[in-house]
Nanobody, 122 residues
Framework: QVQLVESGGGLVQAGGSLRLSCAAS??????MGWFRQAPGKEREFVAT????????DYADSVKGRFTISRDNAKNTVYLQMNSLKPEDTAVYYC?????????????????WGQGTQVTVSS
């Protein structure tokens, strides 16, 4: 298991930016992902990054606006969110996989953070 601690959520106006951070500890820092869950909706994939950082993948809804990155020396993964929209409002979760390759499916992750709230006002 990996312990994950997210930070960086908050309230922002539409068009604004936020950067989420996720600090990991415990085992080898493999592929990481960000998911989100809006009220009344299922948890959905947002972005993923491979262990090396060389491969990233995004949900269509955030492509071109969000950027996932990682600093393996700090065991930390980031999600830079630009041009935020009210529909991006959700609790954002960081997740860690045992696999080295980027993963879109939630079932490929075995460790999850507690979540951080992102609220985008119109």
């Amino acid at each position: 298991q990996v312990q994950l601690v997210e930070s960086g959520g908050g309230l922002v106006q539409a068009g604004g930016s936020l950067r989420l951070s996720c600090a990991a500890s415990g085992r080898t820092f493999n592929a990481m992902g960000w998911f989100r869950q809006a009220p009344g909706k299922e948890r959905e994939f947002v972005a993923t990054i491979s262990r090396s950082g060389g491969t990233t993948d995004y949900a269509d809804s955030v492509k071109g606006r969000f950027t996932i990155s990682r600093d393996n020396a700090k065991n930390t993964v980031y999600l830079q969110m630009n041009s935020l929209k009210p529909e991006d409002t959700a609790v954002y979760y960081c997740a860690a996989s045992r696999l080295p390759t980027a993963q879109r499916l939630a079932v490929k992750y075995d460790s999850w953070g507690q979540g951080t709230q992102v609220t985008v006002s119109s």
